[in-house]
């Protein structure tokens, strides 16, 4: 990612956050703390942001991002991972080659492993964890309050990357 790529992604937050669905960042979301965070990620910390455009290529100013994994350091989880992909492109194994993509980069860096969170009912995704090597590691309950008042259950995972 670079400094360009970061209004595609914040478009790309702005339409899976509106599905209300597979993320916990919701509509209304404040945009520029988003903006500072990831403009604090360009290499600051040595975690990289992987952006996808429609034509596999690097992203064009101004061109959708249609897919995007962001890794950061949590001090319970270790290096964890984000990762959404634009509905119209979703079932065509966009999320694979991504997470495909951060697991060779953190076993090239030395990295043991790689956590995420996911919401139970985001079944595809799930199964698309458990197929790339994440096992589950812990079950959250009550994790996150939604504008609507529900509250969802996270599921902690991780991909053990050596031996």
Do not use: C, K
């Amino acid at each position: 990612m670079i400094e360009s790529d970061i209004e595609s992604i914040l478009d790309l937050f702005t339409v899976v956050a509106d599905e209300r669905v597979y993320i916990a960042t919701e509509p209304g979301f404040d945009r520029a703390a988003y903006r500072a965070r990831l403009e604090r990620g360009l290499g600051r910390d040595g975690l990289p942001i992987w952006v996808v455009a429609d034509d596999a290529t690097a992203l064009q100013p101004g061109e959708p991002a249609i897919g995007q994994l962001g890794l950061w350091t949590s001090d319970d989880d270790g290096i964890t991972l984000g990762m959404m992909v634009a509905p119209a492109f979703r079932g065509l194994g966009l999320g694979r080659l991504l997470l495909q993509t951060a697991m060779d980069w953190a076993r090239d860096n030395d990295h043991a492993t790689l956590a995420l969170l996911v919401h139970p009912g985001n079944g595809r995704a799930i199964a698309l964890y458990h197929a790339m090597g994440f096992e589950r590691i812990a079950y959250y309950e009550r994790d996150i309050r939604r504008q609507s008042g529900e509250v969802w259950d996270t599921i902690l995972m991780r991909a053990y990357l050596t031996g």
